[in-house]
C-alpha cells in the first residue's frame, strides 16, 4: 500500500509557473513508478507526465512537453512537477498516482491522492 499527497496548487497568472510536490509515504517509494493526470471540469481525466522509478525516463503529454517538467527524489519519498509558462487550459485538478512496475501513460495506476486544484487566470 502506498499513500500519496499532493501540494503546491493555487491561482496562478498565465505564463506563470508553479511547482506541485506529491509526498509518498508507505512501502519502498523507490520500486513505484509515479504520474501526474489532470482532469478539468466537464473532461475526463487525461495523463500529463510520468517517471520510471531511477527518474531517468520520462514521459510528457503534447499538450505540456516543453513546459512541465516531472522529477523525483526517492532519498525524500516525493515526486514534483514543474509546471512553467501556465495556460488557461492548465486549469485542472491534477492527481499524483503511483504504480508498480513499469510507468505508464495512460491513467492505469495503482495509488492515487485526492488531488490538488491548480487555476491559471487572464
Known amino acids: 500500500q502506498v499513500q500519496v499527497v499532493e501540494s503546491g496548487g493555487g491561482l496562478v497568472q498565465a505564463g506563470g509557473s508553479l511547482r506541485l510536490s506529491c509526498a509518498a509515504s508507505g512501502r519502498t517509494f523507490s520500486y513505484y513508478a509515479m504520474g501526474w493526470l489532470r482532469q478539468a471540469p466537464g473532461k475526463e481525466r487525461e495523463f500529463v507526465a510520468a517517471i520510471n522509478w531511477s527518474g531517468a525516463r520520462l514521459f510528457y503529454a503534447d499538450s505540456v512537453k516543453g513546459r512541465f517538467t516531472i522529477s523525483r527524489d526517492n532519498a525524500k519519498n516525493t515526486v514534483y512537477l514543474q509546471m512553467n509558462s501556465l495556460k488557461l487550459e492548465d486549469t485542472a485538478v491534477y492527481y499524483c498516482?503511483?504504480?508498480?512496475?513499469?510507468?505508464?501513460?495512460?491513467?492505469?495506476?495503482?495509488?492515487w491522492g485526492q488531488g490538488t486544484q491548480v487555476t491559471v487566470s487572464s
Open positions: 498516482a503511483a504504480r508498480s512496475g513499469e510507468v505508464a501513460v495512460s491513467g492505469d495506476y495503482d495509488y
